[in-house]
């Protein structure tokens, strides 16, 4: 991929336009109207997987998976996490932008709600579409929608257009009506709705719901979910000081509690979110957290704690990095690696207990593990001009083979079934951005950049956002967001899906899609 030529990453501000530039620059679909467009999650191309063969160590071009589907993937928590982003640099077009992508997936031509896909392509798709050329992962999950629901409530705070608080309400009423489980002693949100359901619940998606119940001053459905996120604590035979990630699937509102890794992002977001207020249980996570296995340790010891070190064998295309140590935090106790996003949302969280809770709960290594993390954060962000899935080696061949001692390992390991590549990776990115507005140089903490947080303004009331629907196409608005029509469709008749019956159920334009791309349904006329 070709590097951008700003300088290195040595302050706050520097780091700060290193993430603008590559957010800017990064791939956005564009078959819909107004101009608007999810970001591309991985890539453009990779940062190269080692030197072990092409079969063990050659990553696909341009973007994971792309010799078996050819398309990228666009997920919706990543676009979500960097209009948050956008929202909290004051880059607010460009946060509307992705929010209109998103109003176009959400509301379909009569102006109904829909809940959106984990996953969309660069093919067409539109409102209600879970399956099809247009969609990567069709799972409707309550975390992703909750994570959407904030970057509406956080632009409509720091806006004050009521209309996105519309939009964030609505999708809160969608996930109680769909997958609520506050009739239950646990409380909380179930996973996951049609036409894929599950019934689990997750910690960290009920921990994404209190946050933005909270936001949208919903008391009752964020007493629920906190409820379901203390429940968890303490049920873990193998890390018995944390958070487990939740609940059985065999019925409605499970309450059974399965074997499971203790999980990076349930830790830390726990407690960036302040969903339980006992400060024992939070310095207790975080001692856990902070805990390192040795490198050579197995069965049980290998579980005793999420903090490691990496080694950069490849560095950069430039040739960057090569031989650098990196500090960070492996996503859960079954895995192996550094993975980026999780230890960028880390780093905010430890920054928020050392402000908020270490005067009176010390916890031994706070500052050099923050300072370790923040480092190596910051030498990623000047070696590659964004943050980096992991900067492990070897490709998908290699992640299978599950030898985690090889030099070059697959990438780093989730342990719970993926496995994190050598890509540019949106989510990693855009958490990093907020960790340096959360935290300056000096140590000055602006609270506004935490996602899980209250937004600095209030989020416009019900009553405002139940008047207003001017940014809901088919309703009162646009489909970027902004008001007035939009012309639907393309201009070539030829090129409409509707034109070509293997096409049936697609929208806007598929041969071409607005890329230039010939999807393979059209060959039937």
Known sequence: ????????????????????????????????????????????????????????????????????????????????????????????????????????LLYDDTGKMVLLAASYTDAPAKAGDYQGVGVSDGAVDTGNNAWIGLAFAHFAAATGEACYARVAREILGQLKQGVSCMDDKLGGFASRLAPYPHFYRSTEHNIDAFSL?????????????????????????????????????????????????AAADVQFWSLLSDADPDTGRKQASMEFALRSPPMDASGDAKLDGLWCTDVDRIGSPGGDGIGSRLH???????????????????????????????????????????????????????????????VLGGNINAYIKNDHAADYPGGSDTGIGWTYLRYPHVAATAWAGLVFMFENDKGKIDTNANPFGLPAKPVPSRQESDAESSCIPAVGGSNTGGGGDVPKGGTDPDAACSAHPGCKGLSGDCCPTGIGMMLGCCDAR
Not at 71 to 90: E, M, Q, S, W
Not at 226 to 237: C, E, L, T, V
Request: glycine fraction near 8%.
């Open 1 to 104: 991929m070709q590097v951008a030529p700003e300088g290195p990453c040595r302050d706050s501000e520097s780091c700060l336009a290193i993430i603008d530039s590559f957010l800017e620059r990064q791939p956005r679909q564009t078959y819909m109207s107004g101009g608007v467009g999810l970001m591309q999650t991985f890539g453009p191309d990779s940062f190269g997987g080692g030197d072990c063969g092409e079969h063990m160590c050659k990553l696909v071009e341009p973007c994971p998976n792309y010799q078996q589907t050819p398309h990228c993937r666009f997920d919706v928590y990543d676009n979500a996490l960097a209009a948050i982003y956008l929202t909290k640099r004051g880059k607010l077009p460009q946060a509307r932008d992705v929010l209109g992508a998103f109003l176009q």
């Open 328 to 390: 960070g935090f492996r996503f859960t106790t079954w895995g192996n690696g550094i993975q980026w996003e999780n230890t960028a949302s880390a780093v905010m969280a430890l920054a928020h207990y050392r402000a908020s809770y270490a005067p009176k709960a010390p916890l031994k290594g706070l500052d050099n593990a923050i300072n370790a993390a923040r480092s190596s954060m910051m030498s990623l962000l000047t070696s590659y001009r964004a943050m980096p899935a992991s």
């Open 213 to 261: 119940a909270r936001a949208l001053n919903a008391t009752a459905e964020a007493a629920s979910a906190a409820q379901f996120i203390r429940s968890m604590w303490g049920h873990s035979d193998q890390a018995p000081p944390t958070y487990v990630t939740g609940t059985g699937d065999a019925e409605q509102c499970d309450r059974a509690i399965p074997l499971a890794a």
